[in-house]
């Protein structure tokens, strides 16, 4: 109980805080993007991944609430650490430490906030539908959660996808500083490994914009569009909201 209280009380604790569940929602972030890829495969392939997972709700929700936690305590000790970083340093010392610092470092804490709001717009497109209830209503020829053709659906409006690719930049710029800082405080960017560490870095964080971005700018190119057709069939057979 003491080690608890230590981590969450002192700077060294929060810093670890931030690491591990930044590490986290990285894989987190990893493993949804290889499962929606998957949409490239075809309506069959995504609609059985998306069924399979929902066919073991204890899991899902499982990790669901572990995902939930993993966020609430990144962004506790991000704002926690924020204000004490501010706070603890004088006027002009902390003007000559922002000149310094990376354009993506001094704007951290807002591209994670912002990233947070894309988290809950996402959350209410493409979970609980609450933007569009009838994607969550859509079904393939086996009974199943048509999760192909609600992608498809979401993402052939432009506005939508400019704003998920535009959210997948600002997810790029944090990643590529936040990658960083994870292996500065896990003590794995010392020395010659800075290279690799800040490297290593930039990849991922290009490569989950780059496998992201994919998918609305593919639907707005025209993947995927013999669905809509059923999709605008559909819209008509069900109840008006
Ligand atoms: C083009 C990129 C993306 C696509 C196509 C996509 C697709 C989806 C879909 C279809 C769902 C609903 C799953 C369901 O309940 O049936 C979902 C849920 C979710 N997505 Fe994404 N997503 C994308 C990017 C992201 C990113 C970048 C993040 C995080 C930064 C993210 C975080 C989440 C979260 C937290 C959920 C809720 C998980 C749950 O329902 O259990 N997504 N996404």
């Known amino acids: ?105 001094r704007t951290m804490i807002w591209s994670g906030l912002i990233l947070l709001a894309f988290i809950i717009y996402h959350i209410l497109h493409f979970t609980v539908g609450a933007l569009d209830p009838t994607l969550l209503k859509l079904k393939d020829d086996s009974g199943r959660h048509d999760i192909y053709q609600m992608i498809i659906s979401g993402f052939s409006q ?15 710029m944090h990643l590529s500083h936040g990658t960083s800082s994870l292996f500065q405080s896990l003590g794995f960017r010392s020395g010659r490994q800075k290279v690799w560490a800040d490297w290593l870095a930039l990849v991922l964080a290009w490569g989950i914009f780059v496998g992201n971005s994919s998918i609305p700018l593919a639907i707005l190119m025209g993947y995927g569009k013999e669905v809509l057709k059923q999709w605008s069939g559909t819209q008509k057979s069900l109840p008006a909201r």
Not at 75 to 89: E, F, H, Q, V, Y
Request: net charge positive; charged share 10%; aromatic share 10%.
């Open 1 to 105: 109980m003491n080690l608890i209280t230590a981590i969450f009380h002192s700077t060294l604790g929060k810093k670890y805080l931030m690491a591990i569940t930044g590490l986290l929602l990285i894989l987190f972030v990893i493993g949804h993007m290889l499962g929606n890829l998957q949409i490239f495969l075809g309506q069959e392939t995504i609609n059985a991944y998306g069924a399979m997972i929902k066919s073991k709700p204890a899991l899902l929700w499982g990790a669901r609430s572990g995902l939930l936690l993993v966020i609430a305590i990144h962004i506790w000790s991000a704002i926690t650490l924020t204000k004490r970083n501010n706070g603890a340093r004088p006027v002009g010392y902390r003007v000559n430490r922002a000149v310094a610092a990376s354009y993506a470092s």
């Open 158 to 172: 432009p506005l939508v996808s400019g704003f998920y690719i535009l959210s997948m930049a600002l997810l790029c």
